[in-house]
Each structure stands twice: as structure tokens, then as C-alpha cells.
């Protein structure tokens, strides 16, 4: 299963959107990316998805107050999705919500859509699998296990989304499952786990995972150890990487090869706690991981919007004069611009490139000297004020690595016009 197409009405801050996620007439798109600024209803989106396609067992856990779904001033909120089956065939299902229903009325408002989403689910558990990670995804901590209040998530879909919905969602030990996935599989297992975590933790390496204590210990620069010594940001990618693995390997473990299955991976700031080197290569790391998964994240992050093909980056804003949130498309291909052009774009909505003090420098120089007339306080700032700006870098000015690329071009260019 695959998403055709999105429609929200009057789902919280969100108005009215309408999100495609067709690359051609016949064709999904892999990758969806959701930009915008806090407030504008990403998150929104992508719990509207899960909801969507939770299923009748699973959508209590999630909407806990359905009217908490609907926009205020508005009388009912309504969510459509359109869905692409492995086999070609298309779906449609939605989820009506009104002011006032209970969940008895609500489920009545909408079992035809449930039924047809039901009977798929029924027929097999890999029927439209669909995870999703909120912004809280971190390793659960063993020492507070019993002191923490019970979630209530016990379905099977529900679970597999549920730090969307939830900061107190707790992920799937990862310890437990490496070493249940070892046990089943051997040192195929275990090199499952030790690629997949070694290309998004740099300098770190599973070395061995110690069964009495239940730890997988880590070579590190600093020696070996175990996973909850990791940095927290180590801890963060490791703790919703391995979520994921387990789900998927869980549902497709008899498949060969668990990672090429379908699927839907809906994550919320996908590049949370990254180094701006890991944030490059996040994508290209899900794309070579989940081949066959269909991934729509949320960004604040220029560097991972950079990553972004043609039709993949949209971005939520406040348009005037109404001031709710409004879907737009970027025109172009993100990774074809230079990292400044993507900042000064209306994804991102940034003026300038100085800092806040450089700019506020330069309209302070522009508005003195616009005047008539100066005072000898307001010529001497004048004159300090264009010293400081004349001894700051042009944007465009080149790096050393850029000018030794630039040397090397003009000895190419040379050499030829020599021949």
C-alpha cells in the first residue's frame, strides 16, 4: 500500500489541504518532506495519516478526544486518503469526525470506510503497514521501567505509531530485539545490526552483544561500551532505527530479506539530534535500508531539505490574509541549488544570510546615511559602522577547498587550450 493522496478538512490548525504523493500519473513518490514553521500543522499531517489507517482495533488508543481533531470555530473535521495496493489497485478511506459524537456514533458515521480497512487488516497483518516516530524517541531507561505510568497502546497499529502521539511512548528495546534477532538468525542477524546502526554512528561499531546482562556493547574511540553510555544523540538515532527494524522484521520474519518489504514510514523531525554530516546522509541511508518504503518526515533542517528531489519538498505557511496554514509545492530541485539559496528561499523564508546584529548593522548604516543631515556622534558611528561592515565576508566568498578546485579547473582549462 501506498499513499495517492491526502485531503484534510478542518483537522486542527489545518483549513483545508490537499497533499499528492504521485510522482507520475501511475507512480508513487518515495520521498515526501514537510517544512513549515511551528504551528502550521506538520505533525498534524502525519497523525493524520496514521489515523487514517489505524483501523477500527487501533483508533480509540489514538484519537483519545476525538474532538480535539477538529479546527476551532469548525462543527467536524474530516480526513481522505487515497492508497495504492501492491497489485495496482486503488483505495479509497476516510474518517469523519464530528462535534458532540461519541465513539459509538463515530465508528457508525464511518463503517463503511472502516469495514473495507478492517477486512484488509484481518486478511493479514501485512496489509498496509504503517510506522511512525513522534519527536520523543529515545531508548527507554531499565531503572524507571516499573515507576512509569501505563500508556495505553496495547494494538498492534497503535503501538507501531505511537510516540506520534504520545512523549511517554516507549520504543521497542533494542536490546531485546538485537538479541532475539541474533538468536533466530545467528551472525546474520548480527550483521544486520552492526551495518545498519555503523552507518549512522560514526566512529562507533557493534562489537558484541553480552547475553547474561542483555547489553549490546559498542567500540568506540574511547573503548567498549554499552549502548546507554552512547552519546544521546547516538541513543536517539539508535533507539528509533532499531524501533523500526523490529517492526519490520517482526512482520515480515519469514522474508529473506525483511528490509525490502512495503511500506509507510511516517517520521516527525527526522534529522532530531543529527550532526550536519549525519543529516546529509540520512536519506540516501533510508533509501538504501528500506528500498521499498514509502517515507514522508518533517523538517526544520536546510541541510536535509537540500537532500530533496523535484516535487518532494513542500512547505505549510501562515498566507495572508486569513493566516491559516497553507500547503505549497517547491518549484525545482532542491539538491541542484547551493545551501544558501535553499535558506533564502521561501521554504525557508530567510531575508538574508548575515546574522541578526550584521543586518541590523547594515540598516542602521543605510538609515544614517540617508539623512540630510548628521551630528558628529552620527558620522563617527557612520564611520565605524562601515569599517565593521567592510572587514566581513562575502557571502559568495570561496573557500579554500573551493579555491583549490577553482586552481584545478583553470589548469584543466589550460591544458586544453594548449592542445
Not at 161 to 182: C, G, K, R
Not at 296 to 305: M, Y
Request: with cysteine; charged share 30%.
Amino acid at each position: 500500500m501506498f499513499l495517492k493522496k491526502l485531503v484534510l478538512e478542518d483537522v486542527r490548525s489545518i483549513e483545508h489541504l490537499e497533499l499528492p504523493f504521485l510522482e507520475t500519473e501511475d507512480e508513487t513518490r518515495k520521498w515526501t518532506f514537510l517544512l513549515g514553521e511551528n504551528g502550521t500543522g506538520k505533525s498534524t499531517v502525519l497523525k493524520a495519516v496514521a489515523l487514517v489507517l489505524a483501523g477500527s482495533d487501533a483508533l480509540p488508543e489514538l484519537l483519545v478526544e476525538p474532538e480535539s481533531w477538529i479546527r476551532v470555530g469548525a462543527r467536524g473535521a474530516r480526513i481522505q486518503a487515497e492508497l495504492v495496493t501492491a497489485q495496482g489497485e486503488e483505495r479509497r478511506i476516510g474518517l469523519d469526525i464530528r462535534r458532540g459524537e461519541n465513539l459509538f456514533e463515530l465508528f457508525e458515521r464511518n463503517r463503511d470506510s472502516l469495514r473495507q480497512l478492517d477486512a484488509a487488516l484481518r486478511h493479514t497483518s501485512r496489509s498496509y503497514l504503517t510506522v511512525g516516530y513522534g519527536v520523543s524517541r529515545r531508548l527507554s531507561d531499565p531503572r524507571y521501567a516499573g515507576s512509569r505510568p501505563s500508556i495505553p497502546f496495547q494494538k498492534l497499529r497503535a503501538r507501531s505509531v505511537a510516540t506520534l502521539f504520545s512523549p511517554d511512548a516507549e520504543l521497542n528495546p533494542l536490546q531485546n530485539w538485537a538479541i532475539d534477532l541474533h538468536y533466530r538468525l545467528g551472525d546474520e542477524g548480527l550483521e544486520l545490526i552492526r551495518e545498519t546502526l555503523g552507518r549512522l554512528l560514526p566512529n562507533v561499531e557493534l562489537s558484541r552483544i553480552d547475553r547474561d546482562t542483555k547489553t549490546l556493547l559498542f567500540a568506540t574511540p574511547d573503548g567498549e561500551i554499552p549502548l546507554g553510555m552512547l552519546s544521546d544523540g547516538y541513543q536517539n538515532v539508535a533507539a528509533w532505527c532499531g524501533d523500526l527494524l523490529y517492526n519490520v522484521t517482526q512482520v515480515f520474519e519469514d522474508y529473506k530479506e525483511p528490509l525490502s518489504a512495503r511500506g509507510l514510514l511516517l517520521i516527525d523531525e527526522v534529522d532530531l539530534h543529527l550532526h550536519p554530516v549525519w543529516q546529509r546522509q540520512l536519506k540516501r541511508f533510508l533509501d538504501d535500508k528500506l528500498p521499498n518504503f514509502q517515507i514522508v518526515a518533517t523538517t526544520h533542517s536546510p541541510l536535509t531539505a537540500h537532500q530533496a528531489g523535484e516535487g518532494e519538498l513542500f512547505f505549510l505557511q501562515r498566507d495572508e490574509p486569513s493566516r491559516v496554514p497553507v500547503l505549497h509545492r517547491y518549484a525545482g530541485s532542491p539538491r541542484q541549488l547551493m545551501i544558501h539559496q535553499v535558506l533564502v528561499s521561501p521554504v525557508f523564508g530567510l531575508a538574508t544570510m548575515d546574522s541578526e546584529r550584521v543586518e541590523e548593522m547594515r540598516r542602521e548604516y543605510e538609515n544614517l546615511s540617508k539623512q540630510d543631515r548628521r551630528t558628529r556622534v552620527e558620522e563617527r558611528r557612520m564611520r565605524q559602522l562601515a569599517e565593521e561592515l567592510q572587514d566581513l565576508p562575502e557571502w559568495n566568498a570561496h573557500t579554500e577547498l573551493e579555491q583549490k578546485r577553482a586552481a584545478v579547473l583553470e589548469d584543466i582549462a589550460r591544458a586544453l587550450q594548449a592542445k
